[in-house]
């Protein structure tokens, strides 16, 4: 069976990943199979450099075919914030809470809510040289939660074509329109033409 590590603790990813990935026959191996591997600082100015760093990182210590993401949020009205600070906006700590209700702050009173989740992806082969994909989801802040699906910015993230946002729509769904299932799909095709 073809096996590919991905470079992520982050347990919504790893079921959004794996849905797209194990109907082609890959066996998805996570972090979380290699415990002892220290975590990775995400100290890159962009996504790519991250997602580069934890592909290159991880490959390097288990010889083995490795794709990481990094991914996040850019809001228009604050300079494009939280980006690759997505995970911890309002502190050290990963609070998906704390962090939407300080992006629901930071936009009180503007009037351009627009946003853009990014997905840059970096597929690292032990002999090959490094493959990047990116892709986008472009929206709105709302100015309420709704929906309980997904993770993070997903309950005040509205999609225009949905009259939605992204925590009211199922896996499925979100897979077909995100940053990051779209990215997945450039990533499969490439896969698939190897
Ligand atoms: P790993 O680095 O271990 O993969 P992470 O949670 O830190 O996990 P990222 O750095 O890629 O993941 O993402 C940063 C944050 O961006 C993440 O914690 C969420 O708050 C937000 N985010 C990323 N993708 C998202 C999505 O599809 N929906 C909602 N929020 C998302």
Known sequence: MKEIVIATKNE??????????EPLGYKVLTLFDFDEFPEIIEDGKTFKANAFKKAKELSDYLNKIVLADDSGLEVI?????????????????R????????????????SDRSARFVTSMCLYHPNNDPVFFED??????????????????????????LNKNLAEISLEEKNKISHRGKCLLKLINHLKSK
């Open 12 to 21: 919504h990813k790893i079921i959004e990943m794996k849905k797209m990935l």
């Open 136 to 161: 986008y989801l472009y929206g709105e802040i709302s100015e309420k939660h709704a929906g309980s699906n997904g993770f993070g910015y997903d309950p005040i993230f509205y999609v225009p074509e």
């Open 95 to 110: 609070n998906y809470e704390k962090n939407n209700e300080l992006l629901l702050k930071n936009l009180k009173g503007k």
């Open 77 to 93: 009205a604050l300079n494009n914030e939280p980006g690759v600070y997505s995970a911890r906006y309002a502190g050290d700590t």
